[in-house]
């Protein structure tokens, strides 16, 4: 996980371009100064679905097979959880690491109580889980920086676990935050979401495909069979597509999304939804 995060960080300050004083002088650009944009601002969107309790691993010590998930005994003490080792690997990296950009923090499923005073829980991330709340200053100051990099990891630290995974929703729900979307400064910032979950999207009420075909459905849940028209025939089924279009919709908007999920919070690999090619502005066009 540390590995990942690293990852998705170095990449952003790879292709964030910086100030660049060509002409030895701050008279502007009359006098010669090339104004490139600021520091990047990068919101993590963090899953806290029932999933993330699962072991990191199952197959090692002192964890058994399945541990924490339905119908399996609950983890031997000492086994860490996804969760846990995505803290631990943040309460190492972020206080370390904050000037690279700055930093907000949003999580879903959200932790939001609805009309009835119940969390929804396949209810995507709303304006109360904006936890750490993305405010860049123009002069880019590395102490300002770094303390919101010291709240996001705050949150990130107190984060409990619960729910679906309605991972499109809330992507699309980010396509909606104004410091994503308005940068009032003369040089414009980057924008990205580091989407960072375990699991497989789900949660979605409108998706086409339901428990009426289970080919297509593709259940998330487990058992597969929990998948019914009683229940979740709709929303346990995989919300892939929805996902993808959400996350082509925030490159409309100008908002790139990088992704740590599935298997690579286990092998601690990063994997940057990138197109190939050798130059540099085609490795820096992220989904």
Known sequence: MRIA????????????????????TDA???????????????????????????AMNDQVAPCTPGCNTPGNPACA???????????????TFLPANGSVAWLGLAIFPTAAPGTNGVVDACGPTTATDIRVQLAPHDDDLAAEMNMAAEAVNTEIQAIPVGGGTPTGDSLKFLGTYP???FDPTPRPRNNFVLLITDGLPNCN????????????????????????????????????????????????KGIKTLVVVGRELQRGAFRAATSAGTSRRRRCTAR
């Open 77 to 91: 003490a000492g086994c860490k959880t996804r969760l846990q080792e995505l803290k631990t690997a943040m309460a």
């Open 28 to 54: 502007g650009t009359d006098a010669g100064m090339v104004l490139f944009g600021q520091k990047p601002q990068l919101m993590f969107l963090v899953d806290k679905s029932g999933s993330m309790n699962f």
């Open 179 to 181: 410091p994503l979307l």
């Open 205 to 252: 009420a409108a998706n086409a495909n339901t428990c009426t075909n289970a080919a297509a459905c593709k259940c998330t849940l487990i058992p597969a069979s929990a998948c019914q028209p009683a229940s979740f025939c709709a929303q346990g089924c995989l919300d892939s597509d929805n996902s993808a279009a959400q996350i082509s919709a925030l490159r409309q």
């Open 5 to 24: 995060v690293v990852a998705a960080l170095v990449w952003i300050a790879g292709c964030s371009p910086v100030n660049n004083n060509i002409g030895g």
